[in-house]
């Protein structure tokens, strides 16, 4: 199977689709045989038989993930919104989708379920102690879970990130690293986030960006190694930080999936450090 240097090359399943016998026939092609696994569609009517088509592969489990209905990504101030665990007319569906995930990802044996928290705001005390408490709630029950919940990176720069994680404080609290997110969303260099987030990072999206030509827009998501990520600098920086989780690939726009997958299959196994 496939590798970059000692790191695990992984497939975020969401972007091949809910369907595991067909992400298991694509990842075979590719020769990868780990997963970022999405788990809501076991929280859902077929969720039993999603989750024995699961069971049938000889996969690795590198992180699993949750993300709500409720979310529109159509613009960045949209997703502010609707983003996450702040919206307080969605917050009891979302926060039951989050324990759900939490008890599913015990139960398959996995680590880290990695998620969009929303976005963290302390120059409003109000949400911020709302943000801070139901962050805590979730960690908790992780926690008795055995469970530790990432956190993406992307909606706020690394620093306000680092700055509430020292706040939180908490054990099942960690991060996954996603550099097209801080691109897409205007929010730092890649290179020296990962570095302030270090201690914190246990899983990273191999995903590539533009930065958007119009402020306050989305960027373009892009081919990895297509992007201004500057891939090999990033993976050498994640040597230096002495990074020791798996690099997930994840490809959400274009009309060739696989083949832009395959591609940033090939080029991560090719990375010499």
Not at 63 to 73: K, L, N, Q, R, S
Not at 128 to 149: H, I, N, S
Not at 206 to 215: I, S, V
Not at 245 to 251: K, M, Q, T
């Amino acid at each position: 199977m496939l590798k970059c240097n000692d790191w695990p090359i992984a497939i975020c399943s969401w972007s091949l689709g809910e369907d595991a016998e067909q992400v298991a026939q694509a990842m075979q092609k590719m020769d990868v045989g780990s997963v970022n696994l999405a788990v809501g569609p076991a929280l859902g009517e077929n969720g039993k038989d999603y989750l024995a088509a699961i069971r049938r592969q000889d996969w690795q489990i590198t992180a699993t993930m949750i993300a709500f209905p409720t979310e529109d990504y159509s613009t960045l101030d949209t997703i502010k919104v609707t983003g996450g665990i702040g919206p307080d007319e969605h917050w009891e569906q979302n926060k039951s989708l989050a324990l759900g995930a939490i008890d599913i990802t015990a139960e398959l044996g996995v680590e880290y379920l990695l998620m969009h928290f929303g976005f963290i705001d302390h120059t409003q005390p109000a949400y911020a102690q709302k943000f801070y408490d139901r962050t805590r709630l979730l960690a908790d029950a992780a926690d008795k879970k055995g469970v530790k919940f990432l956190m993406e990176t992307g909606q706020e720069t690394a620093e306000e990130l680092k700055h509430f994680l020292t706040e939180m404080d908490h054990p099942a609290l960690r991060v996954n690293f996603d550099p097209a997110n801080m691109i897409l969303y205007a929010k730092g260099n890649p290179l020296e986030a990962v570095r302030v987030l270090a201690p914190w990072v246990r899983h990273v999206h191999a995903k590539d960006a533009l930065q958007a030509k119009q402020p306050g827009t989305w960027g373009q998501e892009v081919p990895w190694g297509d992007g201004e990520v500057n891939t090999e600098s990033f993976l050498k920086t994640l040597k230096q930080i002495d990074y020791q989780g798996a690099l997930a690939i994840e490809r959400e726009a274009g009309d060739n999936r696989f083949g832009d997958i395959k591609l940033a299959a090939e080029r991560l196994a090719a990375f010499s450090g």
